[in-house]
C-alpha cells in the first residue's frame, strides 16, 4: 500500500523560502516497475494543479508558474520526496500536496513527464493529506 505524509508547510514573506517534505512508501521502483511522485497545490478558489513531478529514473518537470524557483528531488535511502521553493510569492499561498502513481508511460507508452497530462489529478491514485503554505507580502 502507497502512503504519503507531507511536512514542512507554514508561512513566510515575500522571498522567502520553504522545503516541502513528504515521506513515501510502497513505491518500489524495482526493476520492471516504475512510478512518479508529483507535487500538487490547491490555491484559494483555484482547483489543485500541479507544480512538479519526478520520476524514478529522475526525469522531472514543473509548471511554468514555479519553474526556475521550485526544485523538486527526491532521497531514495531515507524514502523522502521534497520540493525546495524559493523566491515565494503571494500567489504561492495554498495547500500543498504530495501524490504518486504506479508507472511513469501514458498509454502510448511516452514518459508522462513529457506529456500534457502529468499535472492533472486523475494520473495519480496516491495522495498525502495536505500541509499549508501562506506567503505574505
Known amino acids: 500500500m502507497v502512503q504519503l505524509v507531507e511536512s514542512g508547510g507554514g508561512s513566510v514573506q515575500a522571498g522567502g523560502s520553504l522545503r516541502l517534505s513528504c515521506a513515501f512508501s510502497?513505491?518500489?521502483?524495482?526493476?520492471?516497475?516504475?512510478?512518479?511522485l508529483a507535487w500538487f497545490r490547491q490555491r484559494p478558489g483555484s482547483e489543485r494543479e500541479g507544480i512538479a513531478g519526478?520520476?524514478?529514473?529522475?526525469?522531472?518537470e514543473y509548471a511554468g508558474s514555479v519553474k526556475g524557483r521550485f526544485t523538486i528531488s527526491k532521497d531514495n535511502a531515507k524514502n523522502t520526496l521534497f520540493l525546495q521553493m524559493n523566491s515565494l510569492k503571494p500567489g504561492d499561498t495554498g495547500l500543498y500536496y504530495c501524490a504518486a502513481r504506479e508507472g511513469r508511460y501514458d498509454s502510448d507508452g511516452y514518459p508522462l513527464l513529457r506529456g500534457r497530462f502529468w499535472s492533472t489529478e486523475y494520473e495519480y491514485n496516491y495522495w498525502g493529506q495536505g500541509t499549508q503554505v501562506t506567503v505574505s507580502s
Open positions: 519526478i520520476d524514478n529514473f529522475v526525469m522531472t
Open positions: 510502497g513505491l518500489t521502483g524495482s526493476i520492471g516497475s516504475s512510478y512518479i
